[in-house]
């Protein structure tokens, strides 16, 4: 009885390790025909990365909806900053009216999206001319972070050479993001002051020239759109990295949505 036993077990243990294996392998079909099918409906030049998560797979696909969709592109063309990353996470995906493989022109019902612009510390250097900047999160506790991660957007540390000021030593300067214009999608940057101590640069700035530091690190950066046109909400920093993020509900959308500009 206990060889019955064990070989029952056995037998029970590879049939499932074989339904694992095919549900896995069906899920790296179904992501990289995903993946294929944004990069040409948006013109990328190169296949984002896409994970369609939950477990088991197939019997999402079998009821024709996606529990949960992260698509991520980095290093794709963008106005003004040059490049920027695009991500978005899709909960609740009908397919009623599309194949499990998502057609580029489907409309898709999704219960929540959340979309996000992340723009590393160079890029967004370049474009307001301190070519050594490093953005952090302030080092205060907040409850404030997001879901994904991304700080308030208060008080963030910009640390640079301002070099437009005249200014020659690297400085860290507290910054306030915000997200304004007709249609929400300028990200200003407003600098309140010079920071000193631990975790800055730790340089003083003359009076006489606090105005003029300031001011280099004040920026208006427009045209940034998130995924599928979700309106911002948020702003603020993950790592080195300044983060647009915003999240909708009971949205239709198509994946030539993914990248809006």
Avoid: C
Wanted: hydrophobic content about 40%; aromatic content about 6%; overall charge negative.
């Amino acid at each position: 009885m206990r060889k019955t036993g064990i070989r029952l077990g056995i037998a029970v243990l590879t049939v499932l390790l074989a339904i694992s294996g095919v549900d896995f392998g069906v899920t790296i079909f179904a992501e990289y025909r995903l993946s294929r099918t944004v990069r040409s409906a948006n013109s990328l030049s190169w296949d984002p990365s896409v994970a369609i998560l939950g477990f088991p797979f197939i019997p999402q696909a079998l009821r024709h909806r996606y529990s949960e969709v992260e698509i991520k592109a980095n290093d794709v063309q963008h106005p003004h900053v040059g490049k920027a990353a695009l991500e978005t996470t899709l909960h609740g995906i009908d397919l009623v009216d599309a194949s499990w493989l998502i057609r580029p022109d489907a409309d898709l019902p999704v219960e929540k999206v959340e979309s996000r612009i992340i723009i590393d510390s160079t890029h967004l250097g370049g474009f307001i001319g301190i070519k050594d900047l490093i953005v952090e999160a302030p080092t205060r506790e907040t409850d404030d972070a997001t879901e994904s991660g991304i700080s308030d957007g208060h008080g963030l540390v910009f640390t640079g050479t301002p070099k437009s000021a005249g200014f020659t030593q690297r400085v860290s300067v507290a910054v306030d993001l915000s997200i304004s214009g007709p249609t929400q999608t300028t990200l200003e940057l407003s600098p309140t002051g010079v920071l000193t101590g631990p975790g800055t640069a730790d340089q003083d700035v003359p009076d006489d020239q606090k105005a003029a530091v300031l001011q280099a690190f004040r920026s208006s950066l427009p045209d940034q759109r998130l995924p599928f046109g979700v309106a911002p909400t948020t702003a603020g920093a993950r790592g080195s990295d300044v983060i647009i993020e915003g999240i909708a509900e009971g949205l239709t959308i198509e994946l030539a949505g993914f990248r809006q500009s």
